[in-house]
């Protein structure tokens, strides 16, 4: 399969610690997005890479959270010092830059924080 | 900033009977306009896309839709439903043109009564 890959699927920690998330692209993909998925709500953007460059952080992107795209190919994103309103769907997503917006999401990382 | 609104939260439609699911955009530059569905415990999956020419597009799963401008909406129909296309759906639309940030709309959930 040479689709979007998230690991893992399913993540359940205690308030306080920290967690990391991997995404692996569509390999021919420079962009990769990160979005965070609440329950009833659409897909809110974190953040996106270029290559290993990371272009733009939405607000909702506090100092807790850092994501980091090394080599330009998979992706990190590490909730430090978690807490209960981090409970979540990540979503990642990778794409062509070729200026349409289509997104190839995978099947996103599921937090959830006691 | 270019957004969408979704008007209906909650759709519940018979089986094979016609549904309609309503988007209407916010933008003052070219736009570009997607449709994503999310069966349940998965990924988006990309429905169908209005990038330029026919305002009528055809995507998958017998679903299509018809861009608007002048009423700004872009609006997704089905002629006939089944079981299977229970699921959220979401209309989508990029950022500046250039910049495929997508900005989702905060979805409707298609229930299918048999």
């Known amino acids: 399969d040479t689709g979007v890959s998230q690991d893992p699927r399913h993540k359940i920690t205690k308030r306080g610690q920290n967690v990391t998330f991997r995404c692996d692209p569509i390999?021919?993909?420079?962009?990769l997005y990160w979005y965070r998925q609440t329950l009833g709500q659409g897909p809110e953007f974190l953040t996106y890479?270029?290559?290993?460059?990371?272009?733009?952080k939405s607000r909702l992107l506090s100092d807790r959270f850092s994501a980091e795209r090394p080599k330009g190919s998979f992706s990190t994103l590490e909730i430090q010092r978690t807490e209960q309103g981090d409970s979540a769907m990540y979503l990642c997503?990778?794409?062509?830059?070729?200026?349409?917006?289509?997104?190839?999401f995978g099947e996103g990382s599921r937090l959830t924080v006691l | 900033a270019q957004s969408v609104t979704q008007l209906d939260s909650q759709v519940p439609v018979f089986e094979e009977a016609p549904v309609e699911l309503r988007c209407n955009y916010s933008?003052?530059?070219?736009?570009?306009l997607f449709w994503y569905v999310q069966y349940p415990n998965q990924g988006l999956q990309l429905l169908l896309k209005?990038?330029?020419?026919?305002?009528l597009v055809k995507g998958i799963n017998g679903f299509e839709a018809e861009f608007n401008k002048s009423q700004t909406s872009f609006h997704l129909r089905k002629p006939s439903v089944h079981i299977s296309d229970t699921a959220e759906y979401f209309c989508?639309?990029?950022?500046?043109?250039?910049?495929?940030?997508?900005?989702f709309g905060t979805g409707t959930r298609l229930t299918i009564i048999p």
């Open positions: 997503a990778s794409s062509f830059p070729d200026g349409t917006g289509e997104l190839f």
């Open positions: 390999s021919e993909h420079n962009r």
């Open positions: 890479f270029q290559n290993e460059a990371q272009l733009e």
């Open positions: 933008s003052s530059v070219s736009v570009y």
């Open positions: 209005y990038l330029s020419g026919s305002t």
């Open positions: 989508a639309v990029p950022g500046n043109f250039g910049n495929e940030k997508l900005t």
